[in-house]
């Protein structure tokens, strides 16, 4: 049985294989270094002329050999290994696995396509593919808004006895509010970049009117709302206490969501980030609601929804600290308890600006940023290796490198940016891909050897700073 939590510890610098459907030819890193670890070509699963292109022009750029190599296989990584492109009801369908595990998770999916957007223009067949994204989360959401990860058909799960009401189309049925929020930020993402409106049809509007239902219910302002949860197992944050309803809250107006983005329970269900996210995607939505779809009605109480969730984040989220000053809560649950952590997972504090939530320079943010980026955060490692933001996930000492690539994203300054590719760079284990994780002090150690999303996203780092900085790139790190 294989989960998000299964380990790969690494105890020789000899690595002798990656993932099933990567590299075949398992290449020994310590004899032919920096020889590429994509599949060979007629084992891919799908090649995008723009993405090629873009890979040779970002690598003339970069001086250092190992970050060149790094990038050219990390962004293509997810189109290589991860996607499944076909059609359903006469439209494009692409079902998207996150890696070492054959499901599709909608946080996951849209994160891993997510960097490929500004190349659907050149690429007609890109932009089909990343259309199939769009419509088979689409589907996904009108199955059941409250999963988090998917089956292609009607697979069944080893996670179908969960205490919850599980489908067969259905791989977890964990309640994250980012779960809805990253198809809305895809769609809206796609549409800017293409241009393409196709995407918005019956099924999408049936999808979105759920997304605005499930957020209603789980403000929780008449009783516990349809979802609740409960799985049998020894790790305390894989099941949800109260009855499967999680902690207690005051109802303030902010959405519950049980599980973080990690798919760990929340400790407090008003999980600060993810309300975040949910202004952001509701006002996209209603944008699309209101130009293209041509519902003003839906779009109005999108951006009604909207305007109550940030109104009581202004009032709730924000917390005065001795040493920083006021800085944005993980969690809160409305009787004035308060969880200072951050976790490596995307939605994040750290990832705010990232994903439109707020500006770099909000005062607040950067104040928080502080806290984060040192030891008065649990979940923030230090060691031999390298420094970042963890999580409960994995446990202790296992820093995640999205984190670090999170960190860079959300930077204006050089050194730390540099600081950031030289232990991506340090840390890969030889395998040149990014991992869920490694040990602060020894990067052998690490879980997920096939992790899509850490290895697109480490890609939209690179041309981020070849687009912005590229004296960056100039230059040995």
């Known amino acids: 049985m294989l989960t998000r939590r299964t380990a790969i510890k690494i105890t020789s610098a000899t690595i002798t294989g990656l993932a099933a459907g990567m590299n075949s030819s398992n290449i020994l890193f310590a004899t ?58 006469g439209k494009p369908d692409t079902f998207v696995i996150t890696g070492d595990i054959h499901a599709m998770w909608l946080r996951d999916s849209s994160a891993q396509v997510w960097p490929y957007l500004p190349l659907t223009k050149n690429d007609k067949k890109l932009q089909q593919l990343i259309a199939g994204v769009i419509h088979r989360q689409s589907y996904c959401i009108t199955i059941d808004p409250y999963a988090n990860a998917f089956n292609k058909n009607k697979e069944g799960s080893y996670w179908e006895k969960d205490l919850t009401d599980m489908k067969k189309e259905l791989h977890e049925r964990k309640w994250e509010i980012d779960s809805l929020c990253y198809p809305i930020r895809l769609a809206y993402g796609y549409w800017k970049a293409s241009d393409d409106t196709s995407v918005f049809d019956a099924e999408w509007k049936q999808a979105m009117l ?18 609740k949860f409960q799985r049998e197992t020894p790790v305390a944050s894989d099941t949800v206490p109260m009855g499967g309803y999680g902690n207690p809250t005051r109802k303030i107006g902010l959405i519950h969501s049980i599980f973080r983005p990690s798919d760990d329970s929340c400790l407090y269900p008003f999980l600060i980030p993810s309300n975040y996210f949910a202004v952001t995607s509701l006002r996209q939505v209603s944008e699309i609601l ?69 500006s770099l320079n909000d005062p607040i ?51 730390e ?43 939209e780092l690179i041309i981020k700073i070849s687009n912005e900085k590229p004296h960056i790139l100039k230059t040995n790190l």
């Not at 209603?216 to 009783?223: A, D, I, M, T, V």
């Not at 979940?379 to 490198?401: L, N, Q, T």
């Not at 997920?448 to 290895?455: E, G, M």
């Open 32 to 89: 032919n270094r920096f020889e590429s670890q994509r599949p060979i070509l007629k084992n891919r699963k799908f090649v995008s002329d723009a993405v090629e292109s873009t890979i040779t022009s970002v690598q003339q750029i970069i001086n250092d050999e190992e970050l060149r190599w790094l990038f050219g296989n990390c962004f293509p990584n997810t189109l290589d290994t991860t996607v499944e492109v076909g059609e359903r009801n």
């Open 365 to 415: 943010y950067q104040n928080t940023r502080k806290f984060l980026l040192n030891g008065d955060n649990p979940y923030f490692f230090s060691g031999s290796a390298a420094e970042g933001i963890g999580g409960p996930h994995v446990g202790m000492d296992m820093i995640w490198p999205m984190s670090i690539t999170m960190r860079a994203l959300t930077s204006n300054d050089d050194d």
């Open 290 to 358: 209101r130009d293209v779809v041509d519902d003003t009605t839906l779009a109005t109480d999108c951006s009604t929804l909207a305007d109550e969730i940030e109104s009581v984040l202004k009032n709730h989220a924000i917390h005065e600290t001795k040493k920083y000053g006021n800085i944005f809560a993980f969690e809160i649950d409305g009787f004035n308890n308060v969880l200072f952590i951050d976790d490596a997972n995307i939605p994040s504090l750290i990832a705010m600006p990232y994903l439109g939530a707020c």
């Open 417 to 459: 940016i540099r600081s950031c590719l030289r232990m991506l760079k340090s840390t890969h284990a030889g395998t040149g891909f990014m991992h869920e994780s490694f040990h602060k002090d020894d990067p052998m150690k690490y879980t997920r050897k096939w992790f899509a999303w850490a290895n697109t996203l480490f890609g």
């Open 210 to 227: 759920l997304v605005l239902k499930t957020f209603r219910e789980q403000q929780r302002k008449n009783g516990n709302g349809p979802y």
